[in-house]
């Protein structure tokens, strides 16, 4: 049988792994840092009316700049931030992956390097080598935050293309103060310059503002979201970033033609009518992920301080062994290979108990 190192594939891909989760049919899935609540009946519905009308078009091509949806997006950011935003310093893609994946075919590349802060969001490594971008794995403290120092020496050491920032961090869930990004940004323009992406896939779940009005005045910095987490729509594949204009300018010299179908376009502006009841859900959720925060510690347990939807939690002595006597009750969480650690996603208030629970019943036999 041909083995995937048997065939001429780019050097840099030799030896790597997909990403992906464990799909597990149980009966209480938290790993994927999935929304747990249903889009409502009444935004089902509008769905609906709003894909039957472009499905009478579906025999033309879609807005391939997405104009409509894209000032929805600048309208949302600009309502729950406060920070105006414009149409033209937003971009849509298919999911915040292929945003991250055209920011650096347009600022990375062959011959190129990014930098981010491990453990971290694994998709920014991957997608790095996917674009021939070299990948230069920068430090966090034992606390699991960004130790300025070591970040702005990383960065004069190594001179990298682009710096990725997430926040909340993804799999700890700890955010970064504004001044920290400042920082990382100045370091980052005085050692090339760079672009500096701040990936804020989880900041509606974030006890802290958002990062967005830090891209005033500064034309390489970058902020990526996604419709995945706090709008429940996994399934509909929308990311988004906003930046100065010329860097939307820039990455549809990349992008794929008529990369957004009429499809995806149509689901997500019936998502942003439904603004204020999809991020009613998100409050419930950060009260849920407060609630596991303070059930964890009461067990014993360390957990690092989160703003997203999900929990970091340890330290043990065999992660895999504790994250299966975990799943053997029925309940998956995530395995991130951070060495002690395990991972939770916020789930309704009957998932986390059956977590909850649990975790009492493995933490027990220790």
Not at 209 to 215: E, F, G, Q, W, Y
């Amino acid at each position: 049988m041909t083995r995937i190192d048997d065939l001429p594939i780019r050097d840099e891909l030799r030896g790597q792994s997909p990403y992906g989760a464990p799909q597990l049919d149980v009966p209480v899935q938290l790993n994927t840092n999935e929304n747990p609540y249903p889009l409502p009946e009444e935004l089902v519905a509008r769905i609906a009316e709003r894909v039957a009308e472009a499905a009478r078009g579906l025999n033309r091509y879609p807005d391939r700049d997405a104009v409509e949806l894209r000032e929805g997006l600048a309208a949302y950011l600009t309502r729950t931030t406060g920070f105006p935003v414009g149409r033209a310093q937003v971009w849509a893609a298919n999911g915040s992956n292929e945003v991250l994946q055209q920011l650096l075919q347009t600022f990375g590349g062959p011959g190129r390097t990014a930098l981010g802060f491990e453990p971290s969001y694994s998709m920014h490594a991957l997608i790095s080598r996917g674009t021939g971008t070299g990948w230069i794995s920068g430090p966090r403290g034992d606390d699991f935050t960004i130790d300025v120092d070591a970040a702005l020496a990383a960065i004069a050491e190594h001179r990298p293309h682009v710096v990725f920032v997430c926040s909340p961090n993804n799999p700890t869930g700890t955010a970064v103060s504004a001044d920290t990004v400042l920082r990382l940004y100045e370091a980052a323009q005085a050692a090339r310059p760079a672009l500096v992406v701040v990936d804020e896939a989880y900041v509606e779940f974030s006890h802290r503002a958002s990062l967005l009005p830090l891209i005033e005045g500064r034309p390489n910095l970058v902020v990526s979201r996604t419709m995945s987490k706090a709008f429940g729509a996994a399934g509909l594949r929308l990311g988004y970033l906003a930046a100065d204009a010329a860097v939307v300018d820039a990455v549809q010299l990349v992008r794929l033609p008529y990369h957004l179908s009429a499809v995806t376009q149509a689901t997500a502006l019936a998502c942003l009518e439904h603004t204020d009841t999809l991020l009613g859900y998100v409050g419930r959720l950060k009260e849920e992920r407060d609630r596991l925060v303070d059930a964890l510690r009461a067990m014993g347990l360390e957990v690092t301080d989160s703003d997203a939807n999900f929990v970091q939690f340890g330290r043990f002595a065999d992660t895999h062994a504790v994250w299966q006597a975990i799943l053997d009750q029925g309940v998956l969480v995530r395995d991130n290979g951070v060495p002690g650690w395990l991972r939770v996603t916020a789930g309704t208030p009957a998932e986390n108990d059956a977590f909850l629970d649990a975790v009492r019943r493995v933490t027990k036999e220790l």
